[in-house]
């Protein structure tokens, strides 16, 4: 069966630290693996995505790494703001029609003053 | 401003009565999905679209119903018959073609049934 499975489920750290999401699928075939961020009561936003052969992406203080040989991914904060408080889902494309992604459930993430 | 609306933001039904979400994109995509987010679950795909006039069953299907007429409307409708309607609802578009199509969110509408 297809999975995404994120840990933790939930995270508090302190403004200006750095931390670190992990992200391990059970997904077959495999196209590519995104990371989107969701703010409470938003919709989700996309971060990063990639494909087999990246291993890793940055999107500003955000890096993604992708290890397609142990199917895990972690999502890295750097230097974290109040604003990087949200949820972060782990999604992986398993290819084929449209509509095959699987959603992991999430990371909340709070970031304290 | 091209996106993805949903309206309205939130939503109030007495059980029995059906209810339509609705999702507009201007981003000229050819594909639109529409997923509900449970507390502490993943997002999970009730439909999508990939051409006007043609759309696929999700993952849960049952109870509820859309339409594509137009390449930039994709309505959902929560039918009385969905057991467990009350949700977090999300349209998202892509296109279509690539392996790393990037899916594009709406705000999303929360429906409260009771």
């Known amino acids: 069966k297809n999975q995404v499975e994120q840990s933790p489920q939930s995270l508090i750290i302190l403004e200006g630290k750095n931390c670190t999401l992990q992200c391990n699928y059970t997904v077959s075939p495999f196209s590519n693996l995104r990371w989107y961020k969701q703010d409470t009561g938003r919709g989700p936003v996309s971060l990063t995505i990639m494909t087999f052969s990246e291993n890793t992406k940055s999107n500003g203080r955000y890096t993604a790494t992708l290890d397609a040989d142990t199917k895990q991914s972690s999502l890295h904060i750097t230097a974290s703001q109040l604003s990087d408080s949200a949820s972060y889902i782990c999604v992986v494309s398993a290819g084929g029609s449209q509509g095959n992604l699987i959603f992991g459930k999430g990371t909340k993430l709070s970031v304290k003053p | 401003d091209g996106g993805i609306t949903q309206s309205p933001k939130y939503l109030f039904r007495k059980e029995g009565q059906n209810v339509t979400l609705s999702c507009e994109q201007n981003?000229?995509?050819?594909?639109m999905y529409w997923y509900r987010q449970d507390p502490g679950q993943g997002l999970r795909l009730i439909y999508y679209?990939?051409?006007?006039?043609?759309?696929q069953k999700g993952d849960i299907a049952e109870g509820y119903s859309v339409s594509r007429e137009k390449k930039e409307s994709f309505p959902l409708t929560v039918t009385s018959a969905q057991k467990n309607p009350t949700a977090f609802y999300l349209c998202?578009?892509?296109?279509?073609?690539?392996?790393?199509?990037?899916?594009?969110f709406g705000p999303g509408t929360r429906l409260t049934v009771t």
């Open positions: 981003l000229n995509h050819d594909a």
């Open positions: 679209s990939q051409i006007v006039n043609d759309f």
């Open positions: 998202a578009s892509s296109i279509v073609g690539h392996h790393t199509y990037e899916q594009y």
